[in-house]
C-alpha cells in the first residue's frame, strides 16, 4: 500500500510539475496597422507535446504598450489578414479570412471546413463575423470606390463536405461602413 502511495504521488507530482511548466510561445508574424499606432503579433502557444494550447491576434499599442487580445479556436487556421483602409469614406478595417468552424464535427478544423469572413477594428476591441458558419468563402475583393466587400462561396446543400452541382452558390454583398449584409445574389 505504500509503495501504491508513494508511486501514485511521485507520478502526480511529476505530471502536474510538466503541464504548463514549458509551454511555447510561437509569434507568427508582426503585421502594422497602418494610419494607427498599434502592431497585430499573431501567437501561438504550444504545450510540451506540441499542441497548440492557445492562438490569438495580440493587438499592441506602439505609443504606450497597452495589448487587447482576439481570441480564435486553438485549431482554427488564419489564411489572410488584410488592412481596408479608405480614408474618403472613412474606413479602416482588417479582413480576415480563416477556418475558425468544425463544421463536419470531426474532432477539429480541417482543410474541407468553411473559410469565414470576420471583421477586425484597427484596435481589436470590435470583432465582427460576416460569414455565415456554413458558408464557404471562395474569394473576396473590396471596391474601394463604395466602400463594399463582394464575396461569392456557396452552402453545402447536401452536407457531403464536397464542392459539387447540388451545392448553392452565392455572392454576397456587405457594406463596411455597417458590416450589414446588403444583397445576396
Known amino acids: 500500500m505504500r509503495k501504491t502511495l508513494f508511486f501514485a504521488f511521485t507520478v502526480l507530482t511529476l505530471l502536474t510539475y510538466g503541464q504548463d511548466k514549458y509551454n511555447y510561445v510561437h509569434f ?8 494607427t499606432e498599434f502592431v497585430i503579433a ?20 506602439s505609443k504606450n504598450g497597452e495589448t487587447k487580445q482576439v481570441d480564435f479556436p486553438t485549431d482554427s487556421r488564419t489564411e489572410m489578414i ?11 478595417l482588417l479582413i480576415v479570412s480563416a477556418k475558425i468552424v468544425d463544421l463536419d464535427g470531426k474532432g477539429g478544423i480541417e482543410w474541407n471546413d468553411p473559410t469565414q469572413i470576420i471583421v477586425l477594428s484597427p484596435d481589436g476591441i470590435e470583432k465582427t463575423q460576416l460569414t455565415d458558419d456554413k458558408f464557404f468563402v471562395r474569394t473576396w475583393v473590396v471596391n474601394k470606390l463604395t466602400g463594399n466587400l463582394v464575396i461569392t462561396g456557396h ?10 452541382k447540388t ?16 444583397s445576396k445574389i
Not at 488584410?82 to 479602416?92: A, C, R, T, Y
Not at 452552402?155 to 459539387?164: A, I, M, S
Open 28 to 35: 507568427n508574424k508582426l503585421t502594422e496597422v497602418v494610419g
Open 167 to 182: 451545392d448553392k452558390n452565392e455572392i454576397l454583398v456587405y457594406g463596411l461602413k455597417t458590416l450589414k449584409l446588403i
Open 155 to 164: 452552402y453545402d446543400t447536401n452536407q457531403n463536405n464536397q464542392y459539387d
Open 42 to 61: 499573431s501567437i501561438e502557444n504550444w504545450g510540451k507535446m506540441l499542441e497548440t494550447k492557445s492562438k490569438y491576434f495580440l493587438f499592441i499599442n
Open 82 to 92: 488584410e488592412q481596408i483602409k479608405i480614408d474618403s469614406l472613412g474606413i479602416n
